[in-house]
């Protein structure tokens, strides 16, 4: 099991994936967090654009991030799994191709939100990911997002 | 899917909370934000891989504790 999530590791995300060109998006509760809503959560959600060449490119970041990607993790993450679990990194780390209520990578990308440099879905697509897993865990927390998402768009 | 309403006592509590986390910068609230907390099975294996997230719902039900919220059960 990994430390937790540091400042400075989404920053190596940040700076590595953008070197290698990878296509990504902060999405999930981390993506919340960075949008400015306080909560609590264990690891990095990214939602990265499900194409060989995003994959490549995925597969070298993820290795100078210091990630332990075998060969065959590796002809996983470019053949395209829709979601992907790495816990023996500096960090966990869950990669998500296909995410619940977002239709296509480029729409989400579209609506995006920088912050800091970051780039990360758009509240409404966190929200509506959230909707569509419709996990216990995820209708305990949507009130609580929905009315942050009023405030977000209020002070924003 | 249906969405509890939030009480007028819980909005007021969670602005309070959204302002003051906006008072924050980004790096702070990264270190109030990420904890680390064992959560059994799901951190009991290095790396797992799905071909669809209907297989990785489906895992989630099977196999984790309903504890955990992973489920959509009650």
């Known amino acids: 099991m990994a430390a937790a999530f540091e400042y400075a590791q989404a920053e190596e995300i940040r700076d590595v994936f953008a070197r290698h060109g990878v296509r990504y998006l902060f999405l999930g509760n981390s993506g919340a967090i960075l949008l400015g809503y306080p909560d609590t959560t264990q690891d990095a959600d990214v939602f990265a654009e499900k194409t060989p060449e995003n994959g490549r490119a995925l597969v070298g970041a993820l290795r100078e991030l210091g990630f332990s990607v075998t060969e065959d993790r590796a002809s996983e993450i470019e053949r395209g799994k829709d979601f992907v ?8 780390l869950d990669l998500v191709f296909a995410p619940d209520g977002i239709e ?21 697509d966190i929200i509506a990911s959230k909707a569509a897993a419709n996990r216990v865990k995820d209708r305990e927390t949507l009130p609580r997002l929905l009315a942050f ?6 002070t924003r | 899917m249906k969405v509890r309403e939030a009480t007028a006592d819980e909005r007021r509590s969670w602005q309070d909370e959204f302002e003051a986390a906006a008072r924050r910068p980004l790096r702070q609230r990264f270190r109030y934000a990420f904890i680390r907390t064992y959560k059994p099975v799901l951190d009991d294996a290095p790396y797992r891989s799905f071909d669809s997230m209907a297989e990785y719902r489906a895992w989630c039900e099977a196999n984790l504790p309903s504890w955990l919220g992973y489920g959509r059960g009650v």
Do not use: M, N
């Open chain 1, 104 to 124: 296509r990578f480029e729409d989400a990308w579209q609506r995006r939100v920088e912050v800091e440099g970051f780039p990360v879905c758009h509240l409404d």
């Open chain 1, 149 to 154: 998402r009023e405030h977000w768009q209020r």
């Open chain 1, 85 to 92: 679990q790495l816990k023996d990194g500096p960090f966990d």
